[in-house]
């Protein structure tokens, strides 16, 4: 099936979907739907026909089609089939019983997707489609969100908005969010230095083992302990590198090395590690998804000439 990208910067999946099959279900049935009379007692506009259903009600084809059509025209637009979606849902413990489809008129015009782990939760997309937008969707569809972490026992919810998406961080500002950090994605198709120090190659687990040692805040979520736990025994395997300053774990996917996890004392250790991914053979490009706009490794990618293809903001939310 290849490995088609997801968004911009996203990720790329190597899988193919899994055997579950979803739950198929009318919209709208009394069990699960949240119709416009209920979802009226807890804010927001609403038009009359609104419907939210669990994302279970659509199949993995129809929801990616959504998903899709939801992300029409913002600044990093997604492009998601059923394969992508069965790998994010996979590698990012999305749970679709627990996310909700937004319905007018028998139409699925909304989607937000809810991860849990523990006790956190994350935001793992919400988007409305183009005719459905400013009208009150977007605040129901996270509202839902919030209502089914807390009844799993989520007691943080977090989630990512664009810094230049300022009516989805008002929404959120509303509903109680704040800004923790933000983060940058990068993008490196230069020849790093023809000259220089090299990493070498060492054991995944063990790198993991010291980035998580020496890690002073939590990965983004796409990055976590977690995430890697998954890819860990998927294709392409892991890779790492050590240096004296520092670790990185990585894979590479059709060109394109995804660095998942790096901790360096320094810009000068982390240009190491990040330098000797791009000579890797066969690498053409470098993409490091989430980076805190602090760490070393944002300042190494940046002196090496690195393209910033989106910021962004982490907001958290105590339930």
């Not at 699925?108 to 006790?119: F, I, N, Y």
């Not at 903001?313 to 339930?319: G, I, V």
Request: with cysteine; glycine share 10%.
């Amino acid at each position: 099936m290849g490995s088609p990208r997801v968004g911009g910067w996203g990720w790329q999946y190597s899988r193919p979907p899994g055997a579950r099959k979803p739950r198929r279900t009318r919209p709208g049935s009394p069990s699960d739907a949240i119709t416009c009379a209920v979802a009226s007692r807890i804010g927001g506009s609403l038009t009359g026909s609104l419907q939210l259903t669990p994302a279970t009600d659509l199949g993995m084809s129809d929801l990616a089609e959504l998903f899709t059509r939801a992300y029409e025209g913002y600044e990093v637009p997604m492009h998601v089939d059923a394969g992508a979606l069965a790998f994010m849902q996979e590698a990012f413990d999305l749970e679709p019983e627990r996310s909700r489809v937004a319905w007018q008129d028998g139409r699925a015009v909304g989607v937000g997707m809810l991860g849990v782990r523990g006790e956190r939760a994350w935001v793992g997309g919400m988007g409305v489609a183009s005719e459905a937008r400013r009208q009150g969707v977007g605040e129901q569809l996270m509202r839902a969100l919030l209502d089914s972490a807390r009844a799993c026992g989520a007691r943080r919810v977090q989630l990512e908005v664009l810094e230049k998406n300022s009516g989805a961080r008002a929404l959120y500002e509303k509903l109680g969010f704040r800004v923790a950090r933000k983060l940058d994605v990068f993008l490196w198709e230069q020849e790093p230095p023809a000259c220089g120090l090299r990493a070498e190659a060492t054991d995944p687990r063990s790198a993991r083992r010291r980035i998580a040692a020496s890690r002073l805040a939590l990965e983004p979520w796409q990055r976590a302990d977690e995430t890697l736990d998954r890819l860990d025994v998927s294709t392409p395997a892991l890779r790492a590198l050590r240096t004296p300053g520092g670790d990185a774990v990585y894979r590479v996917t059709d060109g394109r090395a995804a660095v998942l996890q790096l901790a360096a004392g320094s810009e000068t250790a982390a240009g190491v590690l990040l330098d000797t991914i791009r000579t890797r053979d066969g690498v053409r490009v470098l993409r490091y998804l989430n980076v805190p706009a602090d760490d070393v490794a944002a300042a190494a990618l940046r002196s090496r000439g690195a393209t910033c293809s989106a910021s962004q903001f982490e907001m958290t939310l105590a339930l």
